[in-house]
């Protein structure tokens, strides 16, 4: 499995945790939209987008490569996020682009991450602490399913 993932974590770091822990069990390339140079998206059969949920979608620079990309046909794609929230779907959008270009959607994965947007790091953030130890172990375990 050749696999790269592109990922954005602006807002505390938090999805890049979560990236690095996947990235480390499947070996997968780790890089920023703004890396991304479409000729060498063949070298890869499988693609991770992942990003903090900023206003219930992932960040605009990676939904762009998704926007920019011909078509995911023959790939195999993942999507991974952290969240202030997981009851919103804010995969929703990138699914849908990825899926009609031809993507297979081998997973998704969530976990809440640190929030201090707004009012919030005023109250010291929401959900202080995460993504945990737990939620890096459900990351690698949910990398670990990718292989099969
Ligand atoms: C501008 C902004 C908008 C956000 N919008 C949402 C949202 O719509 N839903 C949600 O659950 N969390 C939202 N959050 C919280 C982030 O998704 C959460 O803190 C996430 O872990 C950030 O990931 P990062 O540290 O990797 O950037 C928002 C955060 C920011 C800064």
Not at 38 to 45: A, I, K, M, R, S
Not at 55 to 81: C, W
């Amino acid at each position: 499995m050749r696999v790269l993932m592109v990922c954005v974590s602006a807002h505390n770091g938090s999805t890049l945790k979560v990236a690095k822990a996947i990235a480390e069990v499947i070996g997968a390339k780790l890089i920023k939209p703004s890396e991304v140079k479409h000729e060498d998206l063949n070298e890869f059969d499988t693609i991770g987008f992942g990003s903090g949920i900023y206003d219930n979608t992932l960040h605009s620079s990676v939904i762009k490569v998704a926007d920019s990309t011909q078509t995911f046909e023959g790939k195999r794609v993942f999507v991974f996020s952290t969240a202030g929230v997981l009851w919103q779907d804010a995969h929703a959008e990138i699914r849908a682009k990825l899926s009609a270009k031809n993507a297979e959607i081998a997973g998704e994965f969530r976990c809440k991450g640190f929030n201090t947007n707004s009012f919030l790091k005023y109250i010291g953030g929401m959900n202080k602490g995460r993504p945990n130890a737990d939620d890096i172990a459900q990351a690698k375990s949910f990398a670990s399913g990718l292989m099969n």
